[in-house]
């Protein structure tokens, strides 16, 4: 992967959320300081036309900008240079993205897998940002990194992304400095608990097997009533399928909960068109950790587990699910 022409990028970004067709207003600023040997005289900024108005543009640095097919293209009549710092503003109105879950509630998540608009290329260990989210008292709205008030606060993140739910309760919980918190529709307090119960449970067990917890927040919301399993919103975020079951439920959920507490060493990477194996098997190795050290069910694990290794059978996947493997590519990461 190759590194950004950029160091120290923070976004400032302040989101109103309007109950008008799904849409939201913000402003944002991206401030970076230049670190490419070679002067630069052109920075593109990703905007997702599709779900993105842009409304004004202000940059720092005499240029003119241009809006073509998802990008927003800066070009800087002075080039700028190393250590030169860079500030663009803009302020745009947008769709939340996502679907709708649980039938009669709404709940929608924008930032799935990317903010908009953001650098074409941001450095490797992640991006600052800083977030306030204006929103009706109606509404539960959790974003990346910790809450402070209306604000949600990141260090070296890969990916913001929040979630707008006008139904939800929250139950949150904060141990060891990170922030635990399940989004759940009425009548589910108890799932929500084990949810938050297991998560700090693997989150802590993983802390102690690698010697440290990547995000400062973990944020989950359970969804559709079918085994499919669970999906990255943004860093620190996921949504957890399969949760509404009867008496053999919470084995399943121990499971899922853990394996997407496992991915969060491992990145925003899921793609549901193209799942990435090596991606996949990775949260599944330190889920099988956690399940075998603390004794829980392991049947569902097993499960999947035959699940991969016949998906490379039929050529879908490109490394053997040997846990010793797994285990090694975890050291190398």
């Given at each position: 992967?190759?590194?950004?022409?950029?160091?120290?990028?923070?976004?400032?970004?302040?989101i109103?959320?309007?109950?008008?067709?799904?849409?939201?207003?913000?402003?944002?600023?991206?401030?970076?300081?230049?670190?490419s040997?070679?002067?630069?005289?052109?920075?593109?900024?990703l905007?997702?036309?599709t779900?993105?108005?842009?409304l004004?543009v202000?940059?720092?640095?005499?240029s003119e900008?241009?809006?073509?097919?998802?990008?927003?293209?800066?070009?800087?009549?002075?080039?700028?240079?190393?250590?030169?710092?860079?500030?663009?503003?803009?302020?745009?109105?947008?769709?939340?993205?996502?679907?709708?879950?649980?039938?009669?509630?709404?709940?929608?998540f924008a930032?799935?897998k990317?903010?908009y608009?953001r650098?074409?290329?941001e450095?490797?260990?992640?991006?600052?940002?800083?977030v306030l989210i204006?929103?009706?008292?109606?509404?539960s709205?959790?974003?990346?990194?910790?809450?402070?008030?209306?604000?949600?606060?990141?260090?070296?993140?890969?990916n913001?992304?929040?979630?707008?739910?006008?139904?939800?309760?929250?139950?949150e919980?904060?141990?060891?400095?990170?922030?635990f918190?399940?989004?759940y529709?009425?009548?589910?307090?108890?799932?929500?608990?084990?949810?938050?119960?297991t998560?700090?449970?693997?989150?802590?067990?993983?802390h102690?097997?690698?010697g440290?917890?990547?995000?400062?927040?973990f944020t989950?919301?359970p969804?559709?009533?079918?085994y499919?399993?669970?999906?990255p919103?943004?860093?620190?975020?996921?949504?957890?399928?399969g949760?509404?079951?009867?008496k053999?439920?919470?084995?399943y959920?121990?499971?899922?909960?853990a394996?997407?507490?496992?991915?969060?060493?491992?990145?925003?990477t899921?793609?549901?068109?193209?799942?990435?194996?090596?991606?996949?098997?990775l949260?599944?190795?330190?889920?099988?950790?956690?399940?075998?050290?603390?004794?829980k069910?392991?049947?569902q694990?097993?499960?999947?587990?035959?699940?991969?290794?016949?998906?490379?059978?039929?050529?879908?996947?490109?490394?053997?699910?040997?846990?010793e493997?797994?285990m090694?590519?975890?050291?190398?990461?």
């Amino acid at each position: 992967m190759r590194d950004s022409n950029f160091k120290q990028v923070q976004y400032n970004i302040t989101i109103d959320l309007l109950q008008i067709n799904n849409m939201y207003y913000a402003t944002q600023s991206i401030t970076c300081i230049c670190d490419s040997y070679s002067a630069l005289s052109q920075v593109v900024i990703l905007t997702e036309q599709t779900n993105i108005d842009i409304l004004t543009v202000e940059v720092n640095h005499d240029s003119e900008c241009e809006l073509r097919d998802g990008l927003l293209i800066v070009n800087l009549k002075e080039p700028i240079k190393l250590g030169d710092f860079f500030t663009i503003s803009f302020n745009y109105n947008a769709k939340l993205p996502g679907s709708v879950y649980w039938n009669d509630y709404f709940q929608e998540f924008a930032g799935e897998k990317s903010w908009y608009p953001r650098l074409a290329v941001e450095p490797i260990l992640g991006c600052d940002y800083d977030v306030l989210i204006h929103a009706p008292e109606s509404m539960s709205v959790y974003g990346t990194g910790q809450r402070i008030g209306k604000r949600f606060v990141g260090k070296s993140i890969q990916n913001f992304g929040f979630i707008a739910s006008e139904k939800f309760l929250v139950i949150e919980k904060k141990t060891q400095d990170i922030d635990f918190v399940c989004l759940y529709p009425p009548g589910s307090e108890m799932l929500a608990k084990g949810v938050i119960d297991t998560a700090i449970e693997a989150a802590m067990f993983y802390h102690e097997l690698l010697g440290f917890y990547p995000c400062n927040s973990f944020t989950a919301v359970p969804g559709a009533e079918y085994y499919v399993g669970g999906c990255p919103i943004a860093t620190g975020m996921v949504h957890l399928h399969g949760m509404q079951r009867t008496k053999n439920s919470f084995d399943y959920d121990n499971c899922i909960v853990a394996h997407e507490i496992a991915h969060q060493y491992f990145g925003d990477t899921y793609d549901y068109k193209s799942p990435s194996w090596v991606w996949l098997g990775l949260g599944l190795s330190l889920d099988y950790e956690f399940m075998l050290k603390t004794n829980k069910s392991m049947g569902q694990y097993e499960k999947y587990y035959n699940y991969l290794n016949e998906a490379i059978k039929l050529g879908k996947a490109d490394i053997p699910f040997k846990k010793e493997e797994l285990m090694r590519r975890i050291a190398d990461t």
